[in-house]
């Protein structure tokens, strides 16, 4: 059994191209009939986030969700533990990497080709259907434009500015939670392990700020003038509900700037739960017209679905560079989670 991640309580708070087939789905892919009535959720995205789109998919299915939430290294973690004998059908996390590390394990059955193949190639697998992404965000640094006028210092461009003494205490991130997580893993992928510790040792030593809980307490924290930088994804900016009053505005990092990851959700069943055509049926919901609609609406992430209008007040998808790589990749987390915590980052 392959030991994914370090122990869970450094975890507490993890909180494009063509050739797609692109079905634009009018009607929900819940229409089809399920013989299976119920089917199990392991789930690391918040309640908050993900809880309306299942009562959605409850109510046109008639399926019922039994629903597990934690976060996606936690539920990982346990998926790992439980192997062949979970009782999950279905697992979808916050990124790839969590669920990439299920495949690697071999705990994955396949999704069908065609739900797979409704998202944009780069939100799905290079081999295989063991997984699909479901929606996509973006690594962005956020910042105050007063207090970096104040400070007569220039906007950031990309997260390797941001070691110089010219932010020095200046800058927030959060590094329990599994998107900031996920972008050390691409930076080590993408710029090599060396890079990437050297980055966070020199963020650590210009006096970045570790101390937020989660995302939004840094978006809030910029707001306020307590900091004048912090590095998050775009929806968390993008769905405050005061949005047009904030004192926040956002860099999407260009190139190849590991700063500008963008990463995806993603659903994969396991081996039973690819016997259980309720897990199927969910797991095309969340592809279908009404899935990838909502989560543009309500969550302001991006859809995987090429025929889904993009968000409105942030650059188009297909505009936004950072590394290019198979997501999949992201599964070394367990290594990422190891540099964090050697380097005091957590725990």
């Given at each position: 059994?392959?030991?994914?991640?370090?122990?869970?309580?450094?975890?507490?708070?993890?909180?494009?191209?063509?050739?797609?087939?692109?079905?634009?789905?009018?009607?929900?892919?819940?229409?089809?009939?399920?013989?299976?009535?119920?089917?199990?959720?392991?789930?690391?995205?918040?309640?908050?986030?993900?809880?309306?789109?299942?009562?959605?998919?409850?109510?046109?299915?008639?399926?019922?969700v039994d629903v597990r939430y934690g976060n996606s290294a936690?539920?990982?973690?346990?998926?790992?533990?439980?192997?062949?004998?979970?009782?999950?059908d279905a697992f979808l996390s916050q990124e790839v990497g969590?669920?990439?590390?299920?495949?690697?394990?071999?705990?994955?059955?396949?999704?069908?080709?065609?739900?797979?193949?409704?998202?944009?190639?780069?939100?799905?697998?290079?081999?295989?259907?063991?997984?699909?992404?479901?929606?996509?965000?973006?690594?962005?640094?956020?910042?105050?434009?007063?207090?970096?006028?104040?400070?007569?210092?220039?906007?950031?461009?990309?997260?390797?500015?941001?070691?110089?003494?010219?932010?020095?205490?200046?800058?927030?991130?959060?590094?329990?939670?599994?998107?900031?997580?996920?972008?050390?893993?691409?930076?080590?992928?993408?710029?090599?392990?060396?890079?990437?510790?050297?980055?966070?040792?020199?963020?650590?030593?210009?006096?970045?700020?570790?101390?937020?809980?989660?995302?939004?307490?840094?978006?809030?924290?910029?707001?306020?003038?307590?900091?004048a930088i912090g590095l998050i994804n775009h929806y968390y900016?993008?769905?405050?509900?005061?949005?047009?009053?904030?004192?926040?505005?956002?860099?999407?990092?260009?190139?190849?700037?590991?700063?500008?990851?963008?990463?995806?959700?993603?659903?994969?069943?396991?081996?039973?739960?690819?016997?259980?055509?309720?897990?199927?049926?969910?797991?095309?919901?969340?592809?279908?017209?009404?899935?990838?609609?909502?989560?543009?609406?309500?969550?302001?992430?991006?859809?995987?679905?090429?025929?889904?209008?993009?968000?409105?007040?942030?650059?188009?998808?297909?505009?936004?560079?950072?590394?290019?790589?198979?997501?999949?990749?992201?599964?070394?987390?367990?290594?990422?989670?190891?540099?964090?915590?050697?380097?005091?980052?957590?725990?």
């Amino acid at each position: 059994m392959l030991a994914l991640l370090v122990p869970l309580a450094l975890l507490v708070g993890c909180g494009g191209d063509e050739g797609s087939s692109n079905k634009d789905t009018t009607k929900p892919a819940t229409e089809n009939t399920t013989e299976a009535k119920s089917f199990v959720l392991y789930t690391g995205r918040d309640e908050e986030l993900i809880g309306p789109i299942i009562a959605a998919f409850e109510k046109e299915s008639g399926v019922k969700v039994d629903v597990r939430y934690g976060n996606s290294a936690e539920m990982a973690a346990q998926l790992l533990e439980e192997g062949d004998s979970t009782p999950a059908d279905a697992f979808l996390s916050q990124e790839v990497g969590a669920i990439g590390a299920l495949a690697d394990a071999d705990l994955l059955g396949d999704l069908p080709a065609a739900t797979v193949e409704r998202a944009e190639v780069r939100f799905r697998p290079v081999e295989g259907t063991k997984w699909v992404g479901v929606t996509a965000r973006s690594r962005v640094i956020a910042y105050n434009p007063e207090m970096l006028e104040t400070a007569g210092v220039p906007v950031p461009t990309g997260v390797e500015d941001l070691t110089d003494p010219t932010y020095e205490g200046m800058v927030a991130m959060v590094p329990t939670n599994a998107s900031f997580q996920a972008f050390i893993t691409a930076f080590r992928i993408t710029k090599g392990e060396e890079a990437a510790k050297a980055w966070l040792e020199a963020m650590i030593a210009n006096g970045t700020n570790t101390t937020f809980e989660n995302n939004g307490d840094v978006l809030e924290a910029v707001n306020s003038g307590d900091v004048a930088i912090g590095l998050i994804n775009h929806y968390y900016w993008a769905r405050h509900e005061n949005r047009d009053q904030l004192d926040v505005k956002l860099v999407f990092p260009a190139g190849d700037d590991p700063g500008g990851l963008v990463n995806a959700t993603a659903i994969g069943v396991t081996k039973s739960g690819a016997e259980n055509s309720a897990a199927l049926a969910f797991a095309e919901f969340l592809l279908s017209k009404q899935g990838q609609e909502h989560f543009v609406n309500e969550t302001w992430e991006y859809p995987v679905v090429a025929s889904v209008a993009d968000p409105t007040g942030v650059p188009p998808l297909s505009d936004l560079e950072g590394p290019r790589f198979d997501l999949a990749d992201l599964s070394s987390l367990e290594q990422t989670q190891a540099l964090l915590g050697e380097l005091g980052l957590l725990g």
